[in-house]
């Protein structure tokens, strides 16, 4: 039985970066609720079969969108409203990263990583803010990062994004929350996608996930959307400036390799 506390039902939702991953399975997850979604991506080619695969469960409608680009937004922006009338929550999951020493990060790879994991959440933040601000309601969930609670090595300005991230989830809280918009996070855990998997089927890489996660085990792109659903729906209604972290426990502390016998 179906609780309306939870409910997205008819929700119009916008989720960035949607074509696979984090993202798809988000959307995926809003759909099957019976919310009307509109998914984002830079490729088309990558897009339209996430959007035909979505269709089955419900509403959704593909747009491409690069979020570095203020004109692509606007016209997300502008599509959503004349299809549905408002937005309701925003996902913003696009993100990208080049994992180098910070002595071989070129201006290129520092403006690519920039400019759509910080610039254009915010700048996707801010225009689906105004429709939102006028309606007087609405969500917004950030994709952050184990990244916005302490760096990992070589992943420097992709660490520098989702730190400043963290604090854009808290700057438009304070700002907007009074307005009946509420800006929360969620940072994932290691997530197991088609993009990480050769990452992660290294031996070494797979102990030391398990070791330092106590669920011991890797994530997957499906565990993010409960919390998702949640932040959307009425039932977290009083959370606000929030970053949840979906991780399995990693930040809750270091296991460390001494011997049991010695504990």
Sequence with gaps: MSDPLFSVQN?????????RGIGYAIAEGFVQRDARVIITGRNEDNLQPAADALARFGTVRPFVCDVAKTEDIDKLVRFTLDEFGRIDSLVNVAGVNRRKPTLDITEDDYDFVMDINLKGAFLLSQAVARPMLEQGSGSQINIASLNTDRPLRNVAPYAMSKAAMGQMTKALALEWSEFGVRINAIAPGFILTDLT???????TMQQWGQTNTPQRRLGTPADMVGTALFLASPASAFMTGQILYVDGGFTAGW?????AKNQ
């Design 255 to 259: 296991n460390w390799p001494i011997p």
């Design 11 to 19: 929700q119009v939702v916008i989720v960035s970066g949607a074509s």
């Design 197 to 203: 998997k050769k990452l992660w089927s290294d031996p």
